[in-house]
């Protein structure tokens, strides 16, 4: 076989075997793709500022899982989507009092996704402190957020309506809120049942973006290795 010959061939295995990839990506459903453990890289504000570290305490670690669980370190990152301004400095010098992540105490949450591939997905985190007594309560910060006291709860489910994903291979995954996103506040009465919760208003979230990079290590693993023990 010639040296072109050889060279047109390779060429041809290439482009099969690119094209044989991007087919089993589109194949793959959003919601499959979204699994996994992410650790967030990097998060802009609307105006494209720099603010992952105002929301990473040390590091943003997620796992989705297929029954729509979400488990990390991903609280401050939503209580700056829903709170974050003005208050923000005074609020985050709470975070490390407030969720006790260095001894693996997780918040939880849950997202959702329509079949098939599609651009967009619902997430609800659960807002709640995840620290010994006496570590601090969610109360405490949205008292430093001027929620009024008629208000204050100590969980509070935030749900996002319409929160634009994206992937970048299979490897980097980017969340987007903005305009077309909708917000949703609630908590539990005594029965377990959602009621509207109005501390705070649905249409002053931080519209943001949120570049997520996957992980093989365990969420444990990587949470461990942020805070070095």
């Not at 047109?8 to 089993?24: G, K, P, W």
């Not at 105006?47 to 991903?74: C, E, H, R, W, Y």
């Not at 005074?90 to 996704?113: C, G, H, I, P, W």
């Not at 007594?133 to 006291?149: E, H, P, Q, R």
Request: proline fraction near 1%; glycine fraction near 8%.
């Amino acid at each position: 076989m010639s040296i072109l010959k050889r060279v047109l061939l390779l060429a041809v295995v290439a482009i099969t075997f690119s094209s044989c990839e991007l087919d089993n990506l589109l194949k793959t459903s959003t919601k499959q793709q979204m699994q996994g453990t992410w650790v967030l890289t990097q998060a802009t504000d609307a105006q494209g500022v720099d603010i992952t570290k105002k929301v990473s305490f040390p590091v943003t670690a997620i796992q989705l899982t297929d029954d729509n669980g979400m488990l990390g370190t991903m609280a401050p990152m939503f209580t700056y989507i829903v709170y974050g301004g003005s208050k923000w400095v005074e609020a985050s010098a709470k975070m490390d009092q407030l969720f006790d992540y260095a001894n693996l105490r997780f918040n939880t949450a849950e997202f959702f996704v329509g079949e098939g591939n599609v651009n967009n997905f619902t997430v609800e985190a659960k807002l709640q402190a995840t620290a010994i007594a006496g570590g601090g309560s969610l109360i405490d910060v949205l008292k430093i957020f001027g929620v009024n006291t008629s208000f204050l709860q100590q969980t509070v489910y935030h749900k996002f309506v319409n929160v634009a994903v994206e992937f970048s291979g299979k490897d980097t995954m980017i969340w987007t809120f903005d305009n077309d996103t909708q917000a949703r506040y609630n908590y539990k009465n005594s029965t377990g049942d959602f009621v509207s919760w109005g501390g705070w208003p649905t249409s002053g979230f931080q519209k943001c973006q949120f570049v997520f990079s996957r992980k093989t290590l365990k969420l444990d693993d990587i949470v461990r290795n942020a805070y070095r023990y």
